[in-house]
């Protein structure tokens, strides 16, 4: 037997190189796109040009007659087997969930909706068939601005709703008990700040456009899709088509980045899905980049209206906000949830003893919007941080110091907020006072203010976002309270092979995050395995046949524990059949260093590789034991994941073009105890690019009758290498308690943590020109017009008192 | 149809393709080159990236017919005939330069035009490089330092004796 060396703790918190590496560097992905059955047809989905339209005629006949065209349909043809889409987030007793058909049948509701399919021997043959279709419209008034849409008389997107308003909800700290009275607050507030805040609508933009494959020649109808959720997918597939659960397998194959993006169940799945059953034969659907940007849910659209009480001194008093937040056209799974994923963190790091969140949601002619990177929380620190801004300068304040007086402070937690959050842990003193240092703070601001003084034409402005964040999705009890269709809990397996190796199956689905390297670190420590002898296994119901998936930061937060908890099984159920193997009893045992050896006794004991063997061949096992080491574990976290940090951003703004240079960026994140430092890295700079982007460059607009003006990568503009900088990252440690790993969520926090950073930058840079608000994106044009605002006198901004 | 004929990772192809047809679906669909993706279709996001003559090309701006008699290399055909990596994948191996990895193909390709034309990069010379690539995962910043160490390595490789110059060894696997 072979001696294992000291393992303990060894691969939790150390940069192992990925796993997943290897086939992603070399052109070995299977990608959907990737795969091709016998016999498969292509799909393409004519969509529609207009906003909102009656359809009073469709003819496929002529792309029928082409050559290569097999078979085509339009939403007529498969009305009573497509199923609607579902929404499983009804927020209120009361929210408007309108029809949704995957391709549209009588209306049409925003550019870029299904109308018809057509099915054919390859992918270009059936973009030219599109071309052939007949069908003509009857245009209907289109509705696009949040505020419009909710006057009297405005067009309806759903006209049988009778509304464009989806649901109004609202959360007051005095009605439910968590804290003061934002109404009184706000009498008696030295200073109160009211600002309007403007979320852009933003295009999650993963690099992967989506695509779906299905087989229904099986025993199982087997759909591989470019997607974060497989089991929700199947789930829902079962539950609005009627095809029963277990006749259907969802495989997420390699899936090229999702950012909330692919957090979705979308129409084009539920269309390949029907066609491949309509037709007895394999399809396929790969969607163009335009096609993605058209369709593919989008994120953020919100108009923030806040209202935050202080006192002279700069302690806070109250915040309340007001939200429009638009739907678009449809509901996708969560739509109406993530303004509230928001509603909880209008507070932030700071003591507000009162507390009010209302918000509407609202349908326009517009694609559909949902999940986003950070969902929701990002739009809260920002509106917060901004907020925060404008009251030190109002105050005339060190914007830091402001921010001092009121968080709280690390001997406080546990600390529940007026919004009735538990915040587990954190330490806000510390990832502060790292991040000044790194970013030399009081340098900065001694550049600053003799770049003013000396009226240099290019200004410094130094930006401040101090976040806290509710991650690790989610406590079911809680989801079940805010009326969310699912639990929150994640499941992990461990199987024993019978060589000692390790698979790991986890119900999370991954899709970038490098989840096969950090199971693979968490198993090893737990189990006392080499690294290299656990294969993490994900993504495909047949073998994971249960999960919750992967979006909102959850995955180690939760799934982290249910593996550490199935790991655990093994080492309980693998026990007894060492004590047997040694000849003693089991409580005279201890599982150190991956062996199981008698207390107190050095020397050789028996490996969980010795006790799977053992349990394989079976030819001796204890009486009553089961012949097995394999265990599951699901895990429903208490409490959401607080991770938190102080992100510092310099910008140089030049004042005669109004072009924006970031200078330095630093990042101090709290992520708790880190399973992979590498991979906690990654994550931070990718979060904090998508943050930057929001700030800077990215936006997607619509012209007056509804079209996508901003529907490739040549109008929306996501950032390459040459308009991103080097940012310097760092890491203070607070373990969250009660986990196990002590790790927090990282997915999000970098995206929720950057977009203020860098707009209180921008501000900041031209607050003593009179500026105290541009508008994202940030671009040239919009800063120099702020400027030129400014100095006529009639610049915009919040009525200030 | 028209006839084409090119060499693909050191392979030799024959074939009619319609004239209409991309190189980027000519080497997936037809040559089954599958480690090519297709990230946009406005030529904006370089995952098509391929190496055509040794310069990097969209492989979606190129049509079929327009590389018949060129050599061509696609990120499969990177690696030593062993398997060794090249020094730019195994850079973006150890320096974490992917996440989804998607972009990863166009990535690299474009990398090692770029270290072909300018083997001592600086930072913002890397960045300039790789503009016409996107990747939404990494913010870039490991990318950059893929290229940087990637260049470093094969300098060093250039630099050292023809015994222990072959390709790309002189870099010790990294496993932390």
């Known amino acids: 037997m072979t001696v294992t060396e000291d393992r303990s703790g060894a691969e939790v918190g150390r940069e192992r190189l990925r796993k997943e590496d290897a086939r992603l560097i070399t052109g070995r992905t299977m990608w959907t796109e990737n795969i091709s059955l016998p016999g498969m047809l292509h799909l393409g989905i004519l969509r529609s040009p207009m906003a909102h339209a009656r359809i009073t005629h469709v003819d496929v006949g002529p792309a029928l007659e082409m050559s290569g065209v097999v078979e085509a349909f339009s939403g007529r043809d498969i009305a009573d087997m497509q199923g609607a889409m579902p929404c499983v987030w009804p927020v209120t007793e009361d929210t408007v969930l309108p029809d949704y058909p995957p391709l549209a049948v009588d209306e049409v509701r925003h550019t870029g909706e299904p109308v018809a399919v057509v099915a054919a021997r390859d992918h270009a043959t059936a973009m030219d068939a599109l071309e052939a279709i007949e069908i003509d419209y009857e245009p209907l008034p289109v509705v696009l601005d949040m505020e419009e849409a909710l006057a009297d008389g405005a067009p309806l997107v759903h006209a049988d709703t009778g509304t464009n308003k989806c649901y109004t909800w609202v959360l007051d700290s005095a009605e439910a008990g968590t804290g003061d009275d934002v109404a009184q607050a706000e009498a008696d507030a030295e200073i109160v700040i009211n600002r309007r805040y403007i979320q852009q609508r933003l295009i999650p933009a993963f690099m992967e456009p989506r695509s779906v494959v299905v087989d229904p020649t099986g025993e199982q109808i087997t759909m591989w899709s470019a997607t974060q959720v497989p089991h929700i997918l199947r789930l829902l597939l079962a539950m609005s088509t009627g095809v029963p659960e277990q006749k259907i397998r969802v495989i997420a194959p390699d899936v090229g980045g999702g950012f909330g993006g692919k957090l979705q169940v979308t129409p084009e799945e539920f269309i390949a899905f029907a066609a491949a059953r309509r037709f007895g034969r394999p399809v396929k659907y790969v969607e163009s980049r335009s096609e993605t940007m058209l369709s593919g849910h989008h994120g953020r659209d919100q108009i923030q209206d806040v209202t935050l009480c202080a006192r002279r001194d700069g302690t806070v008093t109250g915040i309340s906000v007001k939200l429009l937040a638009n739907m678009g056209a449809y509901l996708g799974i969560i739509t109406p949830g993530i303004p509230i994923l928001g509603a909880f963190m209008y507070g932030g790091i700071y003591k507000f003893p009162a507390y009010r969140f209302e918000c509407s949601g609202v349908f326009t002619n517009t694609t559909k919007t949902d999940a986003y990177r950070g969902a929701g929380r990002p739009e809260a620190t920002f509106a917060l941080e901004r907020a925060m801004d404008d009251l030190a300068d109002e105050l005339g304040m060190d914007a830091m110091e402001v921010r001092r007086r009121s968080w709280i402070n690390h001997d406080e937690f546990p600390y529940t907020t007026s919004a009735g959050l538990t915040y587990d842990s954190g330490n806000y003193e510390a990832a502060t006072e790292k991040a000044m240092e790194l970013f030399g703070y009081n340098e900065l601001r001694r550049e600053q203010a003799s770049r003013r003084e000396s009226g240099d034409p290019v200004q410094l402005g130094i930006g401040i976002s101090t976040y806290t964040e509710m991650c690790g999705l989610a406590p079911s009890r809680i989801l079940g309270q805010l009326r969310y269709g699912a639990g929150g809990w994640e499941t992990a397996s461990v199987r024993m092979l019978p060589t000692g190796k390790v698979e790991v199956i986890t119900g999370t689905s991954p899709h970038g995050q490098g989840h096969e390297t950090a199971w693979s670190q968490i198993a090893a420590d737990r189990l006392g395995v080499p690294f290299d002898d656990v294969e993490v296994l994900h993504g495909d119901t047949r073998t994971s046949h249960k999960g919750l998936d992967t979006y909102g930061s959850r995955s180690l937060a939760v799934g982290g524990i249910a593996l550490v908890n199935a790991c655990q099984k093994v080492v309980d159920k693998a026990k007894p059949i060492a004590a047997h193997l040694l000849e003693c009893d089991p409580a005279d045992l201890e599982f150190v260093d991956g062996q199981y050896r008698v207390k107190g006794t050095p020397g050789a004991g028996k490996t969980l590789a010795d006790c799977a063997l053992a349990v394989f061949t079976s030819h001796d096992m204890p009486d009553g034991v089961e012949s097995s080491l394999d265990a599951d574990a699901t895990f429903d976290p208490e409490n959401f994941s607080y991770p938190h940090g102080t992100h510092l951003c310099a910008t140089e703004v030049d004042t005669e073009t109004g072009r924006v240079t970031i200078r330095s960026y630093v990042a101090v994140d709290d992520v708790g105890r880190v399973v992979n430092p590498m991979i906690v890295e990654g994550q931070v700079h990718g979060g904090v690019a998508q943050g930057i982007a929001q700030a800077l460059f990215e936006e997607a607009v619509y012209d007056a009758d509804g079209n996508l003006l901003t529907g490739t990568f040549v109008d929306y503009t996501i950032p390459s290498s040459a308009d991103l900088p080097d940012i310097v990252t760092d890491r203070t440690e607070t373990p969250a308690p009660g986990h196990p790993l002590g790790s927090k969520g990282v997915g999000e926090a970098g995206t929720i943590a950057s977009t203020p950073a860098v707009v209180n930058s921008v501000v900041d840079a031209l607050r003593h020109l009179g500026v105290s608000d541009v508008r994202m994106p940030c671009t040239p044009e919009r800063v120099w017009q702020a400027i030129r605002s400014a100095q006529d006198g009639a610049q915009e901004g919040g009525a200030r008192l | ?176």
Not at chain 2, 3 to 25: A, C, F, K, Q
Not at chain 2, 41 to 53: E, I, K
Not at chain 2, 107 to 126: F, G, K, Q, Y
């Open chain 2, 1 to 176: 149809m028209t006839h084409i004929s090119m060499t693909v990772d050191g392979v030799r192809y024959d074939d009619d393709v319609e004239p209409r047809t991309l190189l980027v679906h000519h080497l997936r669909d037809k040559l089954g080159k599958i480690g090519t993706v297709v990230g946009c279709d406005t030529s904006n996001c370089g995952a098509c990236t391929v190496l055509m003559g040794g310069n990097s090309v969209k492989s979606c701006t190129v049509l079929a017919v327009q590389a018949s008699g060129m050599d061509i290399t696609t990120v499969e055909g990177l690696a030593g005939r062993d398997g060794e990596m090249h020094p730019v994948q195994q850079a973006f191996h150890e320096t974490h330069a992917l996440q989804c990895g998607y972009c990863t193909p166009g990535m690299i390709m474009s990398a090692v035009d770029l270290l072909a034309e300018n083997p001592d990069p600086t930072d913002a010379e890397i960045r300039d490089g790789l503009e016409g690539n996107l990747c939404r995962c990494t913010g870039y910043q490991n990318i950059v330092k893929a290229v940087r160490e990637a260049g470093e390595t094969m300098r060093t490789a250039r630099h050292a004796t023809p015994e222990t110059a072959s390709a790309h060894a002189t870099r010790d696997e990294v496993t932390t």
